[in-house]
């Protein structure tokens, strides 16, 4: 029962009913459902924690300590009230994150529930193509109309596909659309149920297609990452030099226009790079604690920083992360993706002869979709949204299930003073990069 329920809450988050059925806008159906979730789903809660040391879970371990980097550096900049309200905006996401490294536990759970999120995500953005011709009239869903200067100082209106909900932003659509396709490529690969094959057969396209009308520069840098991690992993470095001589052109001729002018000479990206070097300035004045979590106004209308609406945010995860959580925070948040990416990585096929053809399979699509969403939060702040709690509790979730099925399994990564000093180089390496790149490259 809380399996399902799980479900109907990802239905929720992804559809967002109450924003395309205009009579249940006064019904909060996604904080209905979790919340029944989470009370049906407390004894699977409880085993989670219960069943293996926390030592044993260190991206865990991360994601709770973001939530105390979180309430410290709301505390130390800001009154009682924004301290618990940002703890427990950051709070939600956390149980969302609990939910799914608690229930999906089994090889079965996690396919059901990657077919239902691409299905999900299918329907959305089925829906905003439409909206996006004009095919449909929803007024929840609209393309996002950018009004840019031309090359002769004229002004041009261009249209970019955005959904509802967690879709409502191009970027944001084009980056989690990015992830999908390798998981959508699996079960189009490696599927028996020629229904799942059909459906990912037509999805392909779609999330192509609905990502050439995002506009995203960064999206795009994201989709071509994850393809690219994908041919790595699954047929070695040669062979993906190969494809990539021959596919990086069509993808270049395919995708013509704002999304292939990758210039840091263009206005959208120096105006990035300006942000960038505004947050890193932000976080060299605040190292220790950061300046408090920051979102943008239409995903936090609450939020009483006036300091919020005089600047955008950093458009970079990671630098968004040191600037508001301070040095610990950043590296916190950092090392929780370091550390998906290591664990998911470890279980290749070759070496750690997985038993299960369900996981043994998935694995390198898995990895490749980790991979473009680590790349897309380059180039956007989404450090506290729930979808990149998903990339992190699905990394968890495969681990462990791989881990019970190797035959020749990895030792279980572990929270201990080595592990600490990785995070913490990590970090240092992030910010490293980002000031070289800023200072010297663009």
């Known amino acids: ?111 059901t529930l990657l077919i239902c999120m691409l299905a999900f995500c299918g329907c959305v953005t089925i829906l905003a193509v439409l909206r996006f011709h004009d095919l449909i009239h929803l007024e929840t869903i609209k393309p996002l109309l950018d009004v840019r200067d031309g090359q ?62 995002t506009g995203s520069r960064g999206g795009f840098l994201a989709f071509v990452g994850g393809l690219g991690a994908l041919a790595w992993t699954r047929f070695g470095w040669k062979k993906t030099a190969l494809l990539s001589a021959i596919g990086l052109p069509v993808l270049f001729i395919l995708f013509a226009g704002r999304q292939t002018e990758l210039s840091t000479g263009t206005n959208t990206a120096s105006t990035r790079v300006g942000l960038w ?33 005089k600047k955008h945010l950093a458009h970079n995860s990671y630098i968004q992360s040191f600037a508001d959580l301070g040095f610990i925070g950043g590296c916190l948040f950092v090392g929780a993706f370091m550390l998906a990416g290591w664990s998911v990585y470890r279980f290749n096929a070759k070496d750690s002869l997985i038993q299960q053809h369900e996981l043994k399979d998935v694995q390198p699509f898995l990895l490749a979709s980790l991979a473009a969403y680590g790349l897309g939060m380059a180039s956007l702040s989404i450090c506290y949204m729930i979808p990149t709690y998903l990339m992190l509790a699905l990394t968890v979730a495969y681990t462990r299930m791989a881990q019970r099925s190797a035959l020749s399994a990895p030792a ?31």
């Not at 490529?185 to 459906?199: A, I, P």
């Open 1 to 111: 029962m809380a399996y399902f329920l799980f479900i109907l809450v990802n239905a929720a988050l992804f559809i967002r009913p109450a924003e395309i059925v205009p009579a249940w806008q006064a019904w909060e159906v996604y904080f209905y459902l979790i919340v029944t979730c989470f009370a049906v789903a407390l004894p699977d809660v409880l085993r989670y924690f219960t069943a293996q040391s926390l030592d044993t879970q260190p991206i865990t371990l991360c994601v709770f300590g973001l939530l105390v980097a979180i309430f410290a550096s709301s505390a130390v900049n800001t009154d009682a009230a924004e301290t618990w309200r940002t703890s427990f905006f950051f709070a939600k996401v956390i149980v969302y994150y609990i939910l799914f490294v608690s229930l999906v536990t089994t090889a079965a759970r996690l396919q």
């Open 152 to 213: 002769y100082g004229d002004t041009i209106t261009v249209k970019r596909l955005q959904g509802t909900g967690i879709f409502h932003d191009p970027n944001e659509l084009c980056v989690l659309l990015a992830a999908m396709i390798p998981l959508s490529l699996y079960f189009l690969v490696w599927s028996k149920n020629l229904l799942v094959r059909g459906m990912c057969l037509a999805s392909v396209p779609l999330f192509g297609y609905a990502v050439m009308l």
């Open 277 to 309: 070097r505004e947050w890193l300035t932000v976080f060299k004045e605040n190292p220790a604690f950061g300046t408090g979590m920051t979102l943008r106004p239409e995903e936090d209308p609450q939020t009483k920083r006036p300091d919020l609406g």
């Open 412 to 442: 279980p990564l572990r929270f201990d003073l080595p592990q600490v000093g990785r995070i913490g180089a990590a970090g240092v390496f992030t910010l490293f990069s980002i000031y070289v790149f800023v200072r010297f490259l663009a």
